[in-house]
């Protein structure tokens, strides 16, 4: 065929015909799940229904004062900036690591990009390698890996381990192909657990991933709202083979903002350089104003620090009073460590759950949704046995600025945070029934 005819034959296709979407490299793969549950929402919404928000997970909070004010300062900023990042936003990046950890790695060392959910894509398309990631995990690693056409190990975790990956786990996949490329994704404070490594845990993995050469992605997106503001990175005891991953939307209240960080040790140079490739023929470059506002979040402040500590204190808060209500139920399960997720187990009453027709975890949050108007995401989407009964609850649907006014207690709750006080109370209402 002729190169004319073949465009030509394009042009012609009917798109409307089923067999063309063979030709995709998404095939198979649907919308991120954390979007169904949104527009199913909607649909309820639409139809008059209260809907409580479980399932969405984005600050609630504002983003802080003085960073607005340094976007405004800076919307005139009109240039292309370099690939790698603002040299003033890679410097303070540089500070932040060392200032809030004691990570010191050089400001050419760090990469900025359009939120670190591009820069983990990236990463995948750039390093062939194996990408292992412990179950449950955050929704879109797996399907990133799906789309560039890389093979995903999970690693299960267990319930009575708040869900952390297991050294001895990652040691067992290494063991039979030890020179194999591996990359392995750790997250903690973890979505969707809310749960964090100690040092001791810390310390384990590192060890393994030191002996098998595997270089880790720290996704620490989640870092600055640990409840006790004692985030640990596996950095410490694994430099020469950690990225940590950070940006600004969680701990700043900036998703839409979209702006991630890497921070690479001086040994992986050769990656950071091949990630630039491609995001200089990809993006380009991170939004100026967006960098440059950057700038000021990660040099910090007095206010920033006030902001952190209130942030962290009402998300510890409500994270323990629905773990709490829910243990009610019998469901035992730890308090959470830092984030704003919860990650149930309702395995203990499966069988009345059978007896209502209800043999997965989407079926249960269907139903919960439709009975309730509560909306969470089932375990399944985070790489969850589909029999088994567990759900992830985003806790941010209330308005964080008016929590941040207060002197934030749990009795503020009910007046500050209706969605999360009557949303938590309907569902426990839901799950007696079934005890
Ligand atoms: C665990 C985790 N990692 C990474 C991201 C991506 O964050 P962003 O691309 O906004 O930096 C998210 C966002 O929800 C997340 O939950």
């Known amino acids: 065929m002729s190169l004319s005819s073949y465009f030509c034959n394009l042009g012609d296709m009917d798109h409307t015909n089923p067999d063309i979407h063979l030709n995709l490299n998404v095939r198979g793969m649907k919308p991120s799940a954390t979007l169904q549950i949104n527009e199913m929402s909607n649909t309820l919404q639409q139809q008059g229904r209260h809907v409580y928000r479980f399932g969405l997970g984005q600050s609630p909070f504002p983003v802080p004062d003085e960073v607005v004010d340094a976007l405004k300062i800076n919307a005139f900023q009109k240039d292309y900036l370099p690939v790698r990042g603002l040299k003033e936003l890679r410097e303070a990046v540089a500070g932040f690591n060392e200032r809030v950890q004691q990570i010191y790695i050089k400001k050419d060392n760090v990469l900025i990009g359009p939120g670190s959910k591009e820069l983990i894509f990236i990463l995948q398309l750039v390093y062939y390698g194996e990408l292992i990631i412990p179950t449950p995990s955050w929704v879109s690693y797996a399907p990133q890996a799906k789309i560039i056409g890389r093979n995903i190990t999970w690693l299960p975790t267990r319930k009575q381990d708040n869900w952390l990956l297991q050294p001895e786990m990652l040691e067992r996949i290494a063991i039979d192909d030890p020179y194999r490329p591996r990359l392995v994704i750790l997250n903690y404070p973890s979505n ?20 098998y050469k595997m270089i880790i992605v720290s996704d620490e997106i989640y870092g600055l709202l640990n409840f006790e503001g004692t985030h640990n990175s596996i950095a410490h005891y694994y430099p020469e083979g950690t990225i940590i991953s950070s940006g600004l ?16 040790p001086p040994g992986l140079q050769w990656l950071q350089e091949a990630m630039a490739v491609v995001a200089s023929e990809t993006f380009t470059s991170t939004s100026a104003p967006i960098q440059y506002a950057a700038v000021k979040a990660f040099s910090g402040s007095p206010d920033i620090g006030w902001y952190l500590q209130k942030s962290r204190t009402v998300l510890k808060t409500i994270g323990y009073f629905i773990t709490d209500e829910l243990n009610k139920t019998g469901i035992e399960m730890a308090k959470p460590d830092g984030g704003f997720y919860l990650f149930h187990d309702f395995s203990n009453l499966k069988p009345k759950l059978r007896g209502h027709g209800i043999h997965t975890s989407k079926q249960f949050c269907e139903k919960l949704l439709q009975d309730t108007g509560v909306a969470i995401l089932p375990g399944t989407d985070f790489g969850r046995p589909a029999s088994e009964m567990t759900c992830r609850l985003a806790y941010v649907d209330f308005d964080g600025k008016k929590a941040l ?28 029934q079934f005890e």
């Open 405 to 432: 006014e207060k002197d934030f207690t749990e009795a503020d709750i009910k007046t500050v945070c209706p969605n999360i006080y009557n949303g938590t109370k309907v569902m426990i209402k839901w799950l007696k």
């Open 192 to 211: 969707p657990t809310g749960y964090t490594y100690s040092s001791r845990q810390l310390k384990d993995l590192a060890t393994v991933a030191r002996k």
């Open 249 to 264: 939307s969680k701990w700043c209240g900036a998703g839409g903002w979209r702006l991630g960080t890497f921070s690479f």
